[in-house]
């Protein structure tokens, strides 16, 4: 039986997932609160090797069916090797990316039928959901300024402006879909605007 509160974190590159994260888990230590920090695609040493086929620019074609099924394959294994085990110690979790991530990019930017990604999150996570999702909502150029000068892309970060676009949206609907477990944050303001408002939702948990 899950003890501990699982926490995700999602948005479009460079809406300040990575910079916040170390802020909430500060903060949720200051609350007396043991949280382990993780990220999808990955997670686990398998996951890891995952995300490296799914993000390097090396593998130079994949089929969008493959890849939505490989980030559920590292997904299974990080419910089960990692997030569900923590979660029945009573620590928390806070991952960097979840299965909004597979709608938002598999689903809108890739274009695959949201009802094939619902029927593969059912098979998986069955009725295992995150009891809270930060969704950091940023104007997609905006975002990508942020993170130009971090040099080299990942197979997915190559991708256009569209794509980008699509999977701001489709991210957005999530979150009207589910207002009660996705809260949207305006990410486009100051890092120290952003903590404010994850500050207010982490207070009410
Ligand atoms: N609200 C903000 N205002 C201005 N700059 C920000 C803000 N949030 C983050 N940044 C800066 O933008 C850059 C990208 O942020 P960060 O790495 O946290 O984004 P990310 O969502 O983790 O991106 P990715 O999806 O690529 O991992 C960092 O240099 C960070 O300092
Ligand atoms: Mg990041």
Redesign the pocket.
């Known amino acids: 039986m899950q003890k501990g509160k699982f926490i995700t974190i999602d948005?479009?590159?460079?809406?300040?997932?990575?910079?916040?994260i170390n802020f909430i888990c500060g903060y949720l230590k200051d609350k007396g609160i043991n949280v382990a920090l993780t990220r999808e695609p990955g997670g686990t040493e398998l996951g890891e090797k995952i995300r490296t086929l799914l993000l390097s620019p090396k593998t130079k074609s994949m089929h969008s069916d493959t890849e939505l099924l490989l980030m559920f394959a590292a997904r299974n294994e990080h419910i089960h090797a990692k997030i569900m085990p923590i979660l029945e110690k009573g620590d928390w979790v806070l991952s960097?990316r979840f299965t909004d991530a597979s709608y938002a990019y598999q689903g809108g930017g890739r274009g695959l039928d949201v009802d094939r990604i619902a029927k593969l999150e059912e098979w998986v996570l069955q009725d295992f959901t995150p009891d809270m999702t930060l969704l950091?909502d940023v104007p997609v150029e905006l975002?990508m300024s942020?993170?130009e000068s971090?040099g080299e892309k990942d197979r997915i970060?190559l991708e256009d402006m569209d794509f980008f676009n699509r999977v701001r949206d489709a991210y957005i609907s999530r979150s009207k879909q589910f207002p009660d477990r996705i809260k949207l944050i305006d990410?486009?303001?100051?890092?120290e605007?952003?903590k404010e408002q994850i500050k207010i939702i982490l207070d009410s948990l």
């Open positions: 948005g479009v590159e460079g809406a300040g997932k990575s910079t916040q960097d950091l975002g942020r993170v971090r970060e990410s486009s303001e100051t890092v605007h952003t």
